[in-house]
């Protein structure tokens, strides 16, 4: 459903990512790990859209469409989602609220109607008991006062209601201890389905261990320098990230 | 604006009499504009809306004159005055007095003088290249106007660059009691020169029941990267008058962080203005603990021009019997200051019926990627805490005393170097009743 | 300039949906102000003498008066002698005994502005006191609020109905000296409304008015007067809506609340008046002067207030917290966008003893918009156990606007508790971006975040008026992003 074909990124003038190419279809799961100043955050913020980025080259597509065409909004509504490494906080704006706006959009955009007020509370609520989370933070306001864990499990209820067909997690295990990790990782393979994507972007291999991947790819220097199975994720555990730097120039 | 009363124009003509001739020419200019300016402005009337609050008019109705020169010291007001472990330049009545200081092992370099002896040459061009330097449209007034024409002396100060002066240079301005009515204009010039580090205290003491009035104005610059400490101890004498003033400005990097304890004074005005630079940190601190009729003013002024500034502000007064305190904390946040981050804080008690607070936090915002917060409180003490400590056996007066005095604490915990703290803390135990007991508690 | 500021940058109001004028005939006088005016005014009105006396010693005391200096407020000198003092519909001068016999054209131009009179008969109930060009057009269910006791007619009424009253409150809370604008208005108030609500009486409903301006040059001279008797309580709403006009057009109202023991008034204000257009030309010049007095022990007033319009607010309404226990409360949000300047703000003064006060101030500024919070808050020598808490938040959206923050405390009271909080926000570019990324629009996100910081103070509008005060911060703000 993913085609990145040849992607080349500046940020303020500085070259980030040199050639990407990936492709991922519907129902894959892959990992895109790499040292820090790689450009894996750069490559999660491309897909959403987020602005100060500037593609020199390349091109995005999804589900056929041309990806970089659409605004950040339309993608959302396309099925794009992106679980923030640093979940913004929004004061005065409560999580019940700001759901019922994303869900609403997303389905005006595919043709459903809007939700029945008590069918969306209910929904939202159950998905809130799989996650273990208090009732109470549907009222609270977006991300206002959350603890790190809390924020990421609060992006995973997100991502349970809007349903999207690919989902970005940017370091999504940082910060997590590991309760919260595995019930946040419970929480994507429950997700799991044959016309659901993921990409998971992470440094380190300890959420592969709870969210296996089918592929994973090694992001260094803007290039993704070595591509293979689950079991690449555990060689480089064992043997760092500069083994694949050197493998590459060899 | 008020005109100014014949006593002062007498005053004005006779000490720029007195100064012809021993001035630089340059600064012979200097004085000749300010005295225009202040003959233009006359001194601050309360419909100047900076000036509100604090009726100035006492000082014009005395008739303060200049005081001779070396009149004996009262050995034990300086020997209170005085800090261990630092530089000392000590002023009486507005004149420098070598016999009474001691600045001999300065760092090679540093420039540590009383400006009556600036000779030519560099010493003659840093003093003019610092004077006046600080001021912006809006901080000058009557008071800054008398003092550029009339002060006798101060102190330039400059740090060479990458310098670190470990021993605080202290400043001691005295008034003896043997010059009634004197008036003392003082003016401090400060470089901190890139790199540098240093921390200058000045001190203003008097003996008790006299009237006079000091005038001191500081000008303050701190270059990229320097870090200066400055601190302002006010003891003067509880009839005496004194108007004060810091004005700073900090280029990029730089580190300021200015405290200002308000102890003494019938009338008593500081003002603190800093211009902060690109990526400039500024800390300010303040004390004022009124008793009496004591009126205790402090206005301060961030100027947040440049981008990345952090500033930090925090005031807390203690108004007691008929004191009254008047605050003014203003943040202008310009229109290219993005990502300025300013808080302000003015925390006061009122422990007396007649006693005042005046308050003022202003916001003045033209850029909006900011952050800026500010808060005032003005209250009483905590009565679970008041029972708490009866509780724990002190009566009711010292549990008071105790928690008073722990609200005003918490200024004085802030300083950082040891003599200074010891000595702003004995003066804030004198002005609380039953001193014995509360050391034994602490 | 970021990507997100660009986005904000194109912050433009949307077309001020209320600009027209009506066409109809007006009896003006022409413009210029003199002592004749003012009686010929007086007399148009059928005014007692002692009212005549009131407005002649007003103005004279006017003449030795200054113009005020706003600090951040500027605007070109309004010249008093080319406006005119009176100006009403010709089909007024019989005044109507009921809706049926109100000029068909003031009843279009009343439903163009959405305040159908026939509607608000049939559905809320509610009483509308329209007030169209400085003279009273219908006062709707006049006799079932007769029926309760409580009196809410226009001004003008007041006066020949009920002078004793007029006289016993009439100018006790706002002074002909008391500023510059208010003096002037004491002279030259052309109507406004008059209600009065008698002991122990819950008025059985909301009371609204409605103020236009229409022709050109014409200052609207508005005065009011609230009188909550011992135990009473009256919730009034004020939202106006003026034409789109090239001069600028000058408003100065007096508003005066009296409420005595165990009384308690709500007002609340949506105002909407032309702001000018995006250049900064035309717009209303809004100079109001309100002022509540909590005369007797229990008293309690709350000013609500969503401000989006006129090119130039000054405004305090303000509290004088006399009986002990009162509560005095300032609820507002005001946006300026543009080239919109508000100098606002409020006084509370304490002088009974438990007294209490709540300020919650949250200003908006866009565009070249200068927002301006300015407080008072004095405690009294007296004012034992005084309470404040004290609010005031700024959004700001853009570079290009300013917002400011002068509140004045002053306490001589040592068992007071003054508490007061500023701080200062934007939206910012991440809390777009991730809004957007849940599929949120931008222009959807901003007035989500808008709203969210605007809560506290529409939850304390009645119903409908919260309803029209969101849709109308969205539509000042709408084009704003994409």
Redesign the interface.
């Known amino acids: 459903m993913l085609k990145i074909k040849n992607l080349h990124v500046k940020v303020e003038g500085k070259d980030i990512l040199k050639g990407i190419n990936l492709e991922v279809n519907a129902g894959e799961v892959h990992a895109i790990m790499g040292p820090n100043g790689s450009g894996k955050s750069t490559l999660s913020y491309i897909l959403a859209g987020r602005a100060g980025y500037e593609i020199t080259q390349g091109s995005i597509s999804f589900h056929g469409k041309d990806l970089l065409e659409m605004s950040v909004e339309e993608r959302a509504w396309a099925g794009v989602f992106l679980a923030f490494q640093y979940p913004v906080e929004v004061p005065g704006v409560s999580n019940i609220y700001m759901l019922k706006a994303a869900l609403n959009g997303v389905r005006k955009y595919n043709g459903l109607d809007q939700l029945d007020a008590m069918d969306f509370i209910n929904m939202v609520k159950g998905k809130m008991r799989d996650l273990d989370m208090d009732e109470k933070f549907l009222y609270r306001a977006v991300n206002e006062g959350f603890s790190g864990g809390e924020k990421k499990r609060n992006e995973i209820l997100q991502m349970s209601v809007l349903e999207p067909s690919l989902c970005v997690l940017d370091e999504t295990d940082s910060g997590l201890d590991i309760d919260a990790l595995k019930i946040v990782s419970e929480g994507v393979n429950r997700l799991r389905d044959p016309s659901r994507s993921f990409i998971l972007v992470t440094h380190y291999q300890r959420l592969l261990d709870y969210i296996k991947p089918d592929f994973v790819h090694v992001l260094a220097a803007g290039e993704i320098v070595k591509s293979g199975g689950p079991e690449l994720a555990l060689e480089l555990e064992a043997k760092g990230y500069s083994w694949v730097e050197d493998s590459k120039e060899s | 604006m008020s005109a100014l009363s014949t006593h002062y124009l007498d005053l004005l003509k006779n000490v720029s009499d007195e100064l012809t001739g021993k001035d630089f020419p340059w600064l012979g200019s200097l004085r000749q504009r300010s005295q225009e300016s202040l003959l233009t402005s006359g001194l601050p009337s309360l419909r100047d809306e900076e000036w509100r609050y604090t009726n100035i008019s006492a000082i014009e109705k005395n008739e303060f004159r200049l005081s001779p020169r070396n009149l004996t010291v009262d050995q034990s007001l300086l020997d209170e005055a005085l800090l261990d472990h630092c530089h000392h330049l000590v002023f009486i009545d507005g004149y420098y007095r070598d016999e009474l200081s001691s600045s001999q092992s300065l760092p090679e370099g540093v420039t540590v003088l009383p400006l009556s002896t600036v000779e030519k040459g560099e010493q003659e061009r840093q003093f003019k290249s610092l004077i006046n330097s600080s001021f912006d449209d809006e901080s000058e007034h009557g008071f800054t106007h008398l003092n550029t024409a009339l002060f006798t002396d101060g102190v330039l100060v400059c740090i060479p660059e990458n310098t670190v002066v470990e021993k605080p240079i202290q400043l001691v301005y005295l008034a003896s009691s043997n010059a009634p009515l004197g008036v003392s204009n003082y003016r401090n010039l400060i470089l901190a020169k890139a790199g540098s580090k240093a921390t200058i205290i000045e001190s203003y003491y008097g003996s008790q029941d006299m009237c006079y009035l000091t005038n001191a104005v500081t000008e303050v610059v701190v270059e990229t990267n320097a870090n200066l400490s400055h601190t302002r101890l006010q003891v003067e004498s509880n009839q005496a008058f004194h108007m004060g003033g810091v004005y700073s400005t900090l280029e990029k990097s730089a580190m300021f962080s200015q405290s200002n304890f308000t102890f003494g004074g019938l009338l008593s005005r500081a003002e603190i203005h800093a211009d902060l630079g690109v990526e400039s940190s500024c800390i300010l601190d303040g004390l004022f603990v009124g008793q009496d009729k004591q009126h205790l003013d402090h206005h301060t002024r961030l100027n947040h021009k440049q981008p990345h500034a952090v500033s930090q502000e925090l005031y807390k007064g203690v108004m007691a019997d008929r004191s009254t305190g008047v605050f003014q904390g203003r943040i202008v946040v310009a ?1 290219d200051a ?1 990502k300025t981050d300013a808080t302000m804080n003015n925390r ?1 008690l ?31 003490l905590d009565e679970t805490a008041i029972f708490y400590l009866r509780s724990r056996g002190a009566d009711k007066k010292m549990a008071k005393n105790m928690l008073t005095f722990a609200f005003a604490n918490e200024m004085v915990e802030r300083i950082n170097l040891e003599p200074l703290r010891h000595k702003v803390m004995d003066e804030l135990l004198k002005q609380f009743p039953q001193t014995d007991i509360l050391k034994e508690w602490l | 300039m970021s990507a997100s500021n660009e986005n904000i940058e194109k912050m433009i109001g949307q077309e001020y949906k209320d600009g027209f004028v009506t066409e109809i005939e007006s009896d003006s006088f022409l413009p210029g102000l003199n002592e004749d005016v003012i009686r010929a005014l007086s007399a148009k009105k059928e005014e007692p003498e002692f009212l005549l006396e009131w407005r002649l010693e007003a103005y004279r005391h006017w003449l030795t008066m200054d113009h005020p200096e706003w600090a951040f407020v500027n605007f070109d000198k309004i010249d008093f002698q080319e406006i005119s003092y009176y100006s009403a519909p010709k089909s007024m001068d019989d005044g109507p005994k009921s809706l049926d016999e109100v000029d068909p054209t003031l009843i279009e131009t009343y439903n163009k502005l959405g305040i159908p009179l026939e509607e608000q008969m049939r559905l809320a109930g509610v009483a509308v006191d329209a007030v169209f060009d400085s003279v009273s057009v219908a006062t709707t269910f006049k006799e079932k609020l007769y029926e309760a006791g409580v009196i809410f007619c226009s001004f003008s009424e007041a006066v020949k109905e009920h002078p004793e009253l007029i006289k016993q409150y009439l100018g006790t809370v706002v002074s002909q000296y008391d500023n510059f604008y208010a003096a002037l208005n004491a002279a030259v108030f052309s109507d406004g409304s008059f209600v009065y609500i008698p002991k122990g009486v819950r008025c059985p409903m909301e009371l609204s008015t409605y103020f236009r301006i229409n022709a050109a040059n014409t200052g609207q001279f508005e005065r009011t007067l609230i009188v909550a008797e011992e135990g009473s309580h009256v919730s009034y709403l004020e939202g106006c809506t003026a034409p789109m006009r090239d001069e600028n057009q000058l408003h100065a109202a007096v508003v005066e609340l009296v409420i005595l023991k165990d009384a308690e008034i709500k007002y609340s204000t949506v105002q909407n008046w032309y702001p000018g257009d995006e250049n900064g030309v035309g717009g209303i010049y809004n100079f109001v002067t309100k002022r509540a007095e909590c005369r007797g022990d229990n008293a309690k007033v709350s000013w609500t207030q969503v401000e989006t319009g006129s090119a130039i607010t000054w405004k305090y309404p303000s509290v004088v917290l006399k009986g002990d226990n009162s509560i005095g409360e300032f609820y507002s949000v005001a946006l300026t966008n543009n080239y919109q300047q508000a100098d606002t703000g409020t006084k509370m003064i304490h002088i009974g003893k438990n007294t209490s006060s709540t300020i919650i101030s949250k200003g908006i500024s866009a565009g070249h918009g200068q927002n301006t919070y300015r407080g008072l808050v004095k405690v009294g020598r007296h004012a034992e156990n005084a309470r404040n808490y004290t609010q005031c938040d700024s959004l700001l959206m853009g570079d290009k606007c300013g917002a400011h923050t002068f509140p004045y405390i002053e306490s001589k009271q040592p068992t007071a508790t003054i508490e007061h909080e500023a701080s200062t926000s934007k939206i910012s570019e991440d809390q777009l971006f991730y809004c957007m990324q849940r599929g949120i629009s931008a222009e959807d996100a901003v007035s989500m975040i808008v709203n969210g910081f605007c809560k506290e103070v529409f939850k304390e509008l009645p119903m409908e008026f919260a309803v029209e005060a969101q849709a109308l911060l969205g539509i000042s703000l709408e084009g704003s992003v994409g």
């Open positions: 229109e993005q006061n009122l422990l007396s019926e007649r006693a005042n607070v005046d308050s003022k936090p202003q916001l003045e915002i033209y850029a909006d990627d900011v952050k800026c917060a500010h808060g005032v409180t003005i209250g009483q």
